[in-house]
């Protein structure tokens, strides 16, 4: 069993929590090691995008060294445990009702409250998968912070101050619960809870790809976490990756 935050590195500051645990990586760091920071100045998010990351946010990094079960494509799901590990951990310490997008986007009220990136790399044979989390919890107006049209945090939805260190405790718990569920081989169980908490499925949607987009009914997601697409001519397409937009809003 992997113990997720046994080794917990917290920083005032840093560019990115993802590439800080890739330097730990490389210096002999042990799975399950997790990088917190008070602030990021680098912060990024998927599609090269930035992730503004304040004071006042959970900004948070984990290294994994999948085994067992998370072989080969089987990584996809990864993020999709990711996400509903936030989403379970904010709606534990809040109240809120919290949804994923496909394909790991939280949402609140259909504005996004936290993005997941994971990023792979090889070290010393090893395949290593490093998980940056990023939720916005007290970051708001008020700290000079002004939210767009489609994203929030959880003080903006609950009108109240979140216990950073309590959601950062449920978090690392629903981390380590997944985690050990996907090396011991129980993806479906996983992709199951996703599905539970998805606000994706089920609805009109816009893929948009690096070369290409696509629009149509988000079905299901596949035994890999990718998005199964039901186009406008009655054809399915299997999305691995992309950009979701949710377009029947």
Not at 58 to 64: K, N
Not at 125 to 141: A, S
Not at 225 to 243: N, P, Q
Request: aromatic residues 4%.
């Amino acid at each position: 069993m992997t113990e997720i935050g046994k080794i917990v590195v917290r920083l005032e500051e840093v560019d990115s929590t993802n590439e800080y645990a890739k330097e730990l990586i490389g210096q002999g760091a042990k799975e399950g090691t997790l990088v917190i920071s008070g602030i990021q100045t680098g912060g990024k998010g998927r599609l090269d995008r930035i992730w503004e990351s304040p004071k006042g946010g959970l900004w948070i990094s984990v290294a994994l060294k999948p085994k067992g079960g998370l072989v080969g494509d089987k990584l996809g799901i990864l993020p999709l445990m990711a996400g509903c590990a936030v989403a379970k951990a904010v709606n534990a310490v809040s109240g809120l009702d919290t949804r994923l997008k496909w394909p790991n986007d939280v949402m609140i009220n259909g504005k996004k409250m936290s993005g997941i990136l994971a990023e792979s790399i090889i070290h010393d044979d090893d395949r290593w998968v490093i998980i940056g989390m990023g939720i916005n919890v007290n970051n708001n107006v008020q700290e000079g912070y002004d939210f767009s049209s489609v994203s929030t945090s959880i003080i903006e939805e609950k009108g109240s101050p979140t216990e950073i260190e309590q959601l950062e405790i449920q978090l690392i718990c629903e981390l380590e619960r997944l985690y050990n569920m996907a090396v011991e081989g129980q993806d479906k169980e996983i992709l199951n809870e996703w599905r539970s908490t998805a606000d994706t499925l089920g609805r009109k949607v816009l893929i948009l790809r690096q070369k290409d987009e696509l629009a149509g009914i988000a079905k299901d997601i596949d035994d890999k976490g990718a998005l199964i697409l039901e186009l406008e001519d009655g054809s399915t397409e299997i999305v691995l990756a992309g950009d979701c937009q949710h377009i029947d809003v």
